[in-house]
């Protein structure tokens, strides 16, 4: 089975602050996602990445950034957290697949992150 | 641009009872990919189906069964003979066609609230 691990289920942190959210997969996937997700707005595609070293720009990439250093970790980065970016967030990986054929993504369990 | 809508924001039902999440899309491409999320209680999204843009054939796996109709641009979903467990949050997805060998991510529809009372 895919294992999307989410390094918080729950993160607590002040306006201004810096706020790392880390992402582990351990089935050598190509592509990684970050989502958030807020009531009535469903899920929204932050950032994603081809592959190592590589990322574009999601749907709402205002605020944020990401990093992979490694193909297992794609981490999301908060540079300077406010309190319209507690949410939940989501971590997603895929298999590239054969032919580009567009493999489900396998998502971790969810960080829920509070800016106060 | 793509758009997922589901219509329908909660549906409470009794045990037992069918019940069908409706979902319709809206894509420029040809080909394309359609996919429904559960995500229990605990918050993670379970993958449940994926049905690429070419292949019409309704499927139907133990007491869920989906319907893909291009003409109506709709994915629908049916429980039939409804469980608690069931109850979740049900997501419809749509990706266009990866190009260049890119990734891209998901563009989800609201999401259905179901209740299955006992």
């Known amino acids: 089975d895919v294992k999307v691990t989410q390094s918080s289920r729950y993160l607590v942190k002040r306006t201004g602050e810096k706020v790392f959210l880390e992402c582990v997969q351990d089935?050598?996937?190509?592509?990684m996602f970050w989502y958030r997700q807020d009531p009535g707005l469903g899920l929204r595609l932050i950032y994603f990445?081809?592959?190592?070293?590589?990322?574009e720009k999601g749907d709402i990439p205002e605020g944020y950034s990401v990093s992979r250093e490694k193909k297992e970790r794609f981490s999301l980065i908060l540079e300077s957290a406010s309190t319209n970016q507690t949410s939940m967030y989501l971590c997603?990986?895929?298999?590239?697949?054969?032919?580009?054929?567009?493999?489900?993504?396998?998502f971790g369990d969810g960080t829920r992150l509070s800016i106060l | 641009a793509q758009k997922v809508t589901q219509a329908q924001t909660e549906i409470s039902v009794v045990e037992k009872e069918d019940v069908t999440l409706d979902c319709v899309y809206e894509?420029?491409?040809?080909?394309?990919?359609l996919f429904w999320y559960k995500q229990p209680p605990s918050g993670e999204l379970v993958f449940l189906i994926r049905?690429?843009?070419?292949?019409?054939q309704n499927e139907i796996s133990g007491r869920y069964s989906w319907n893909f109709q291009k003409s109506t641009s709709s994915f629908n979903f049916t429980i039939t003979a409804s469980q608690v467990v069931d109850s979740a949050v049900y997501f419809c997805?749509?990706?266009?066609?990866?190009?260049?060998?890119?990734?891209?991510?998901?563009?989800f529809g609201k999401g259905t609230h179901l209740i299955i009372q006992p």
């Open positions: 990445s081809y592959d190592v070293k590589m990322k």
């Open positions: 997805a749509l990706s266009e066609a990866p190009s260049g060998g890119g990734a891209d991510g998901l563009t």
């Open positions: 049905r690429n843009s070419f292949d019409e």
């Open positions: 089935m050598d996937h190509e592509n």
């Open positions: 997603a990986s895929r298999s590239l697949g054969q032919s580009y054929s567009n493999q489900p993504q396998h």
């Open positions: 894509t420029r491409d040809t080909t394309y990919y």
